[in-house]
């Protein structure tokens, strides 16, 4: 009996032992716990407000990014519209640039010798020479006479080397026949002829020689010039014309 009351002491004591140490290791146990969830508690703030710093970065990143694009895309608008100013711009110098060029041209034309035709003649003639005769012969054609004598008057002393001479001194006989200055009529058709003996209108200047002749009464002088026409001119009509004089002054 003693044996066995020792035994159970032994093992209440060893089971009082236990229990000790239980209830002593398990709040060590659970402080380290606390500890390290505190750790991990902690870890995860710092990992958050890392992230939602980042979060903030990146955030106002975008945001400047955002300004800078709609800056650039303003920037490209008025570029945009800068080189369409510049565009309309280039556009109408250009235009003006042709205008002048154009201009300049007309310009230049109007002192560039041109080539004419007249009384079957072709030579090279100042614009201002052409349209000058060309007055004075519209003149004539419509019966100023007056004005057309004036006009031609003033080509044959503007113009002494023109290749319209031969004819401005005919119609400006013509024009003197005209306004019965028999004599200038003369004068000028006989300069015509002594410049120009072939030229197409020179047995028409013969003739109308001696229809002035005839006017002044000078009957010896025409019979001389229709004889002088029949035999330089002969194919002519103004020939023709002379030969049937002829018969009638004899």
Not at 161 to 175: C, D, E, K, V
Request: proline letters at 3%; hydrophobic letters at 40%; glycine letters at 4%.
């Amino acid at each position: 009996m003693s044996i066995r009351n020792g035994s159970l002491r032994m093992s209440v004591r060893v089971l009082a032992a236990l229990g000790l140490c239980t209830v002593l290791v398990h709040p060590a146990y659970a402080f380290l716990e606390d500890a390290e969830a505190r750790r991990a508690i902690l870890e995860l703030r710092q990992r958050f407000d890392t992230s939602t710093q980042e979060t903030a970065q990146m955030r106002r990143s975008l945001l400047d990014l955002q300004s800078q694009i709609e800056s650039m895309r303003r920037e490209i608008a008025q570029l945009t519209g800068a080189n369409e100013q510049l565009e309309r711009q280039v556009a109408e110098l250009q235009s003006r640039q042709k205008d002048l060029a154009k201009g300049l041209d007309d310009r230049l034309r109007r002192f560039e010798p041109v080539q004419v035709q007249v009384d079957g003649l072709e030579f090279s003639a100042d614009p201002a020479e052409k349209r000058d005769f060309d007055a004075a012969l519209e003149q004539f054609r419509a019966g100023d006479f007056a004005g057309a004598r004036k006009a031609f008057a003033n080509f044959v002393n503007s113009y002494p080397n023109s290749g319209y001479m031969p004819s401005a001194r005919f119609w400006l006989g013509n024009t003197q026949y005209a306004g019965r200055d028999y004599k200038e009529a003369i004068a000028n058709f006989r300069s015509m002829l002594k410049a120009a003996p072939q030229h197409t209108r020179a047995a028409d200047a013969s003739l109308s020689i001696a229809n002035c002749q005839l006017e002044l009464k000078d009957t010896k002088g025409a019979v001389k010039t229709l004889q002088d026409l029949v035999r330089d001119y002969p194919a002519s009509e103004a020939a023709s014309t002379a030969k049937e004089r002829l018969q009638r002054l004899k």
